[in-house]
């Protein structure tokens, strides 16, 4: 639907109404009035289909200023998915927010108006896997199998996807940790300054430096390098993903022998049995020798200046 139809502009609004613990709707109408107080009509879309006619409406329209996903980091990655042309903006509704975190977007829709009445563009890179783009990061093996834990459970036996919080990642991590078998990965790195492999039990590639609770899994992460940053954890077991997430905590996982730290433009990773992979916090697939849909090893590579996003003239970062 439209709101506050104006000769100034229009800015299209992606909405989850179940992100975080939700009250997506209220944040919504809040936007939409303090654009709306900006000169600047809202076009709000609450399904995928919206979605998809509202960047298409988008492209070539010089009267669109931007694209604003208002939700968390997977309400970021369906719109960036979408391939915009035109610049996004992020009202964060989360759990994490990490997207939204990293560039100094604040949870408040009349903030996030000025942003976009009056921010400026940077130019980012986005990661690519398996075809779909990612902002944040992909995970293979172990967090990934706690992410699709989480979402099996977030989903219930209604299909729809109910509001979630951190405490929700307790029983899947517990049960991830007593059943993930934890199957070796070949990681193959393909930039032409380096070919090599490296196996571990689990694997990420990194666009932006942090995860989940903030934690500073490849702090050296740059947004616009045109590299992503590999972390692979050699050793396999719960106790050793407990002692690896620990080293994580304090900043010093970077010195463990048991731990692969890499600058790389593009992989490939493949698995000797089924590992599941995560993309932004969201199920992407599994990869393994055992799949049928595995007829080729699975890539991971980055799309240099890949999308526009309007962030804020003096941002106040809660992560660094």
């Known amino acids: 639907m439209w709101r506050a139809r104006s000769a100034n502009g229009w800015v299209g609004v992606v909405a989850n109404r179940h992100s975080g613990v939700g009250g997506g709707r209220l944040k919504v109408e809040r936007l939409a009035d303090a654009l709306g107080r900006r000169g600047l009509a809202s076009r709000i879309c609450w399904t995928p289909d919206e979605r998809a006619e509202v960047v298409a409406r988008a492209r070539g329209d010089s ?15 369906a719109l960036v998915n979408e391939a915009p042309d035109v610049p996004i903006s992020v009202l964060p509704a989360g759990t994490e927010n990490l997207f939204a975190q990293h560039f100094g977007m604040r949870d408040c829709p009349d903030r996030v108006a000025a942003t976009i009445a009056s921010g400026r563009i940077r130019r980012i890179d986005l990661g690519v896997a398996g075809g779909r783009r ?3 990061m992909a995970g293979f093996g172990f967090d990934a199998d706690v992410v699709f834990r989480h979402h099996l459970a977030r989903l219930g036996r209604s299909g729809v996807a109910r509001p979630t919080s951190r405490v929700a990642y307790v029983s899947p991590v517990l049960e991830a940790s007593l059943e993930y078998r934890f199957p070796a990965l070949r990681v193959r790195i393909q930039d032409p300054s380096e070919e090599s492999v490296l196996v571990g039990s689990t694997a990420f590639l990194f666009n932006l430096p942090r995860y989940a609770l903030g934690l500073p899994f490849a702090p050296a992460a740059l947004d616009d390098d045109g590299r992503l940053d590999l972390v692979v954890f050699r ?23 048991g731990v ?5 433009r593009s992989v490939t990773i493949e698995s000797a049995a089924d590992a599941p992979v995560q993309l932004d916090g969201d199920p992407a697939g599994r990869i393994g020798a055992d799949r049928i849909d595995d007829s080729a090893p699975f890539s991971v590579g980055i799309l240099p200046s890949a999308i526009d996003i309007i962030v804020p003239e003096h941002p106040r970062m809660r992560y660094a």
Do not use: I, K, N, Q
Request: charged fraction near 20%.
């Open 235 to 257: 050793d396999a077991g719960p106790f050793r993903m407990l002692r690896y997430l620990w080293l994580v905590f304090r900043g010093v996982h970077l010195d463990e022998p």
């Open 134 to 136: 990612f902002t944040l």
């Open 260 to 264: 692969v730290h890499r600058s790389v």
């Open 63 to 77: 009267t669109c200023r931007c694209l604003v996903a208002v939700g968390g980091d997977g309400t970021v990655a």
